[in-house]
């Protein structure tokens, strides 16, 4: 049964200087549910609306992986930047058949064991990935197509460190949230702004349990 809940992101700026001139903007946000309690695995990304700004972010295209051990997936969250390569070890004694039919990037690894084949993350969106061999396993990447992206931990926070003064479009991702639509809320933030609050909601559509394992597979391990 779907249950309606929210979560709040409050999105607080604080100036540094050095030597009397700005160099930066440290950025933090807290992910809290409505009844303050932190919430983790949201997904957070700044997207610079000024082009000038875009080209002076390092980015963070790189080579990750998604590992398959004790019949399940780690992590079970990963973002990464567009353009990004992922591979999925298997490191279990049974074979694994990995699939996706998201829009974003549809894929499947039919039955294997040890390491895989690259699969080339060249679209933004959310990506759900399955084992079509044991149900319980599901795993969640995120694409995004900017450099500034983080995943809050089990105290609701995200440090962003310090980012270039702008206009930023953010955006945040659930895996209770409607996957289809990927991103559903946009916010413009200032950066230029510093100590002002900024709190968004968004509704969360499915809190059922995350799947286990069923007890002969937990008994191996």
Same mark, same amino acid.
């Given at each position: 049964?779907?249950?309606?809940? /929210?979560? $709040?992101?409050? #999105? *607080?700026?604080? &100036? ?6 700005? +160099? ?12 303050? /309690?932190? $919430?983790?695995? #949201? *997904?957070?990304? &700044? ?6 700004? +875009? ?167």
């Amino acid at each position: 049964m779907l249950n309606s809940f /929210k979560f $709040t992101v409050f #999105v *607080v700026f604080i &100036l540094s200087f050095i030597g009397g001139a700005a +160099r930066g903007h440290a950025f933090e946000v807290y992910v809290s549910d409505k009844l303050g /309690k932190p $919430t983790k695995d #949201v *997904v957070i990304a &700044l997207f610079p609306q000024d082009e000038k700004t +875009r080209t002076t972010l390092p980015d963070k295209i790189a080579s990750y992986e998604i590992m398959q051990k004790n019949y399940e997936f780690s992590p079970r969250f990963l973002v990464v930047q567009k353009g990004s390569i992922l591979s999925f070890p298997n490191r279990d004694r049974s074979q694994h058949h990995l699939y996706s039919f998201s829009e974003t990037k549809s894929f499947e690894l039919p039955l294997y064991r040890g390491d895989s084949p690259d699969v080339l993350m060249d679209k933004e969106g959310v990506v759900p990935i399955g084992c079509n061999i044991h149900d319980w396993m599901k795993a969640y990447l995120v694409i995004v197509d900017t450099p500034l992206y983080m995943l809050s931990g089990e105290d609701g926070r995200v440090d962003f460190g310090k980012i270039p003064k702008g206009l930023y479009t953010m955006k945040f991702w659930h895996f209770g949230m409607d996957i289809v639509d990927g991103f559903q809320v946009k916010k413009d933030v200032n950066i230029e702004e510093g100590g002002d609050l900024y709190q968004l909601q968004a509704p969360m559509n499915n809190l059922n349990p995350w799947p286990r394992k069923p007890t002969y597979i937990e008994k191996q391990y």
